[in-house]
């Protein structure tokens, strides 16, 4: 089955700076890579997500890139806020199982300092 | 807009109980998935239904069981509770069974096992 591997586990950053998070994944049939941020407690809310035939997306301070090749992905935050600061997951979906069946990095705790 | 509800929001329960969750995607929604997050823990997928048939399978206990009815919402029902199993449940929705677009989460329900 697919893996997802997730670094950093932390990243802490000054107010503004920028932060990334980096993504591996084992399978070649995995085409969607989804982005979500989870608050203490709460629900997994998708940030940015990508498909297998685009290989970069952006929408406003987040964006996402994809090395089919290399079979990793990034998510990349500029001018982070304090607002930021959660628990980033990224996720992969195979075209061999159901869509909604993501197999989840293990997150990354994102803390940014005013 | 209506999201995806899910009952009960907390649950306590004994070792060796039974507990059922529920959930109501969001209208319109036909597919159904279920989410198991622990402590710290990234999400793991435990299983799907698309159109009240089941669709996918994940790391589902045997203890554990579910279905989707004739309205889309689906239950999960679990027995012989032990301690591992408290957990956040996710139950997620989305339109179609195939990669049409995003899933969305509940708030979840949080089970405590004593």
């Known amino acids: 089955g697919e893996n997802v591997e997730q670094h950093p586990s932390t990243l802490s950053v000054q107010e503004g700076d920028s932060a990334v998070i980096k993504c591996t994944y084992s399978?070649?049939?995995?085409?969607?890579f989804p982005w979500y941020k989870q608050e203490l407690g709460k629900r997994p809310q998708l940030i940015i997500d990508i498909r297998s035939n685009v290989g970069e997306k952006k929408d406003q301070r987040i964006a996402v890139t994809l090395n089919k090749t290399a079979k990793h992905f990034s998510l990349h935050i500029t001018e982070t806020q304090p607002e930021d600061s959660a628990v980033y997951f990224c996720a992969a979906s195979s075209t061999t199982d159901s869509w909604g069946k993501l197999q989840f990095g293990a997150g990354t705790q994102v803390v940014v300092t005013p | 807009a209506a999201g995806v509800i899910q009952s009960p929001r907390h649950l306590i329960k004994e070792k060796r109980e039974t507990a059922t969750l529920k959930c109501y995607p969001i209208?319109?929604?036909?597919?159904v998935y279920w989410y198991q997050q622990g402590p710290g823990q990234d999400p793991q997928f435990l299983i799907s239904f698309y159109e009240k048939m089941q669709s996918d399978k994940g790391s589902i206990p045997d203890r554990f069981s579910a279905q989707q009815f004739s309205d889309y919402h689906s239950e999960l029902n679990m027995s012989s509770l032990e301690l591992g199993d408290s957990a956040l449940y996710f139950c997620?929705?989305?339109?179609?069974?195939?990669?049409?677009?995003?899933?969305?989460f509940g708030e979840g329900s949080r089970l405590t096992v004593l």
């Open positions: 209208p319109r929604h036909d597919t």
């Open positions: 399978d070649s049939a995995s085409n969607y």
């Open positions: 997620a929705s989305s339109l179609g069974g195939g990669n049409t677009g995003e899933l969305f």
